[in-house]
């Protein structure tokens, strides 16, 4: 099958089906404030946001407030995540990041990129996240494992890095869209293009595609 080259024209007509497939997506983390967002979204690395959700109303009952996190013992709130694996690594992020923002930003989440990312366990995709999420604030384009395979499956990109996949995408999709662009592309990549198998005879971009592993 001839790889279909990205032109402006495609781009908007990939982002048109995305508007119209999915017009009102949003995060699937259940979050009520940034804060709950960045441990949310600390807490989904490596485990699914649906185990996240039915981890963090207990978390954020027995932890109202980012000094509670502050505190807390490693062991205790490791114990706590457990069931979000990674525990112990992600007790000493949360942690970390409750002090930090406690002790250099005010007590408030900073919402600039460059800030954020001084955060214990906010690289660059859960800056964005929370960025976009919580404040609507565009600053990049999250790159999760769904947007890593789709961006490539629909030859948005030839990169394999998520850095370097972000920087191709910036340059293509209006900054207007970046933030549901994400979203978006995370919907379609559970329900859809999945990594095994993809949906491809429902899929409303298939006249668009021409992936390798495109199902015929
Ligand atoms: S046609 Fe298949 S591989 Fe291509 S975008 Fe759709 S689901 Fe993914």
């Known amino acids: 099958m001839a790889i279909k080259k990205n032109t402006p024209a495609r781009t908007a007509e990939i982002l048109r089906i995305l508007n119209e497939t999915y017009p009102n997506v949003e995060c699937a983390l259940h979050h009520s404030n940034a804060w709950e967002l960045l441990v949310a979204t600390i807490l989904s690395a490596q485990c699914t946001d649906v185990r996240v959700n039915m981890v963090t109303p207990g978390l954020f009952a ?39 923002i406690l002790n250099d930003f005010g007590g408030k989440i900073p919402q600039t990129l460059e800030e954020l990312i001084t955060v214990p366990g906010a690289a660059r995709k859960t800056a964005n996240v929370v960025l976009g999420t919580a404040f609507g604030i565009a600053s990049g384009i999250v790159v999760d ?72």
């Not at 027995?62 to 490693?74: G, H, L, S």
């Not at 995540?81 to 930090?100: H, L, P």
């Not at 491809?200 to 006249?207: G, I, K, Q, R, V």
């Open 62 to 100: 027995k932890y109202p407030t980012i000094q509670d996190f502050a505190t807390v013992r490693q062991e205790v709130l490791a114990n706590d995540i457990r069931s979000t694996g990674f525990f112990n690594n992600k007790a000493k992020s949360v942690i970390g990041a409750a002090n930090k």
């Open 145 to 216: 494992t769904h947007v890593q395979r789709i961006a490539n499956r629909l030859n948005l990109t030839k990169n394999a890095d998520p850095v370097k996949i972000e920087q191709d995408l910036v340059k293509i999709i209006p900054r207007d869209h970046w933030i549901q662009f994400s979203h978006q592309l995370i919907h379609f990549g559970r329900g859809i293009c999945v990594a095994r198998k993809p949906k491809c005879a429902e899929c409303p971009m298939n006249s668009l595609c021409s992936a390798p592993d495109k199902i015929a």
